[in-house]
């Protein structure tokens, strides 16, 4: 299966400011994507990262907010813009198909203070 | 899976014992069916999955069942040691194509030494 890196770990960040996380996979992948998991739940999907077009989002989640961009098949980076504390969560990049597995990177932890 | 609970649901057990955890699915179309464990700090780890043309998959020490009739799934730990102590989420998979994941609530395991 894949191997994914992403990074930062972990980040403490002021509120009205921005972070970018970022995700590396080892090998070309077709389906990649962005969840949140909020403290003590599941995951939840963000959006779907596609590769040289914009990013489908799904519902109560939008563009101007997480901002995701997709310039080839082994890298993603997912935007939390203006961030408020109910944005902190922990957020973590995916690829998903039957060829490389339905693999988790190690997870963003952002807190907004 | 079901969507988001506030809480997760904890299940303690003694260490040696097995352990059995539960989730219920909503769609009954979905086709595929995850497991994984997430650890504190972590990201999910997959443990072992199964088609919806499958009732039991058996791995190392791990079991899951598949109950189409009543849309549910089961986890069964065999001989569990401290390193099972973890938070267990269900996935399920409605389309191939997208390869879009639905989780579980979650349920904590606690291994008691």
């Known amino acids: 299966s894949a191997v994914i890196s992403q990074k930062p770990s972990r980040d403490i960040c002021q509120r009205g400011t921005s972070l970018t996380i970022q995700c590396q996979v080892d090998?070309?992948?077709?389906?990649m994507f962005w969840y949140r998991q909020q403290p003590g739940q599941s995951l939840t999907l963000i959006a779907t990262a596609n590769q040289g077009s914009e990013a489908t989002y799904e519902s109560g989640f939008v563009i101007d907010k997480f901002p995701i961009s997709r310039p080839n098949l082994t890298f993603s980076t997912l935007t939390v813009s203006n961030m408020s504390p109910e944005d902190s969560s922990i957020y973590l990049c995916s690829v998903a198909g039957f060829n490389y597995g339905y693999t988790f990177g190690s997870g963003t932890r952002l807190t907004v203070v | 899976g079901e969507s988001v609970g506030l809480h997760l649901p904890t299940l303690s057990v003694q260490e040696g014992d097995n352990s059995i955890i539960n989730c219920a699915y909503s769609?009954?179309?979905?086709?595929?069916f995850i497991w994984y464990k997430q650890e504190s700090g972590k990201g999910p780890q997959f443990i072992i999955d199964i088609r919806s043309n499958m009732d039991k998959r058996q791995g190392q020490r791990v079991t899951v069942l598949l109950n189409k009739t009543v849309k549910h799934l089961s986890l069964q730990i065999a001989a569990t040691q401290p390193g099972d102590s973890a938070v267990y989420f269900c996935?399920?998979?409605?389309?191939?194509?997208?390869?879009?994941?639905?989780f579980g609530t979650g349920t904590r395991l606690t291994i008691i030494p």
């Open positions: 996935a399920d998979l409605f389309n191939f194509g997208n390869e879009k994941l639905t």
């Open positions: 769609n009954s179309a979905s086709d595929y």
């Open positions: 090998s070309q992948v077709t389906m």
